[in-house]
């Protein structure tokens, strides 16, 4: 199920500008609530709708992320909403966090708000389940110490940004043209 827009307009949690309801936006809402309410994540460490442009040589493609999570300013964690299955979509946030702009992004977490997985991306290690899974802020120093971050071959990230483009552009949940990333 593609996400279409409600035709309202609400706040955003994040950043507290006007966005449009879409149909999952209420569940991206939730999550960064619980990011911030819960687990005590500051608002300032958490990117929504973040852009990822991927090169495909003569053609390129854009992801939208729900959430980029950020440790000591680098990203660590892309956190995603799926409309499925969580186990569906694993393969296709590992490699997304493996072709990030910054270098690989060290963990995934995949949720589709009843059930979560976090996922360590350098060797695809599913570390936890259950939506207890979600990391509070302070758990990831300890996340982030563990020697996660590392660089991919060029011919493997190349391989890497073909998985991103099949598998989200046969799943994709957001319509670039209908939730795009709020203005500064």
Known sequence: MHEVSLNQVITDYLTG???TLTTYEDIRQ?????LVEEKGYPVSAIESKYCLDLDLGNESYQVILDFVIYYNQKPLI????????VSTY????????????????PYTLVTD??????IRTRDKKDLCRGFRCIPAWEDLESLSEDDVYYTLPEERLEKEKRVVYAMFALS????????????D
């Open 17 to 19: 500008q006007e966005i």
């Open 113 to 118: 708000s009843k059930d979560a997985a976090l």
């Open 78 to 85: 892309v956190l995603g909403f799926c409309p499925g299955a």
């Open 30 to 34: 939730a999550l960064a609530r619980i």
């Open 90 to 105: 694993i393969t296709q946030y590992v490699s997304l966090c493996r072709v990030f702009p910054q270098g690989p992004v």
């Open 172 to 183: 994709d949940g957001c319509c670039t043209a209908k939730c795009p990333k709020p203005t």
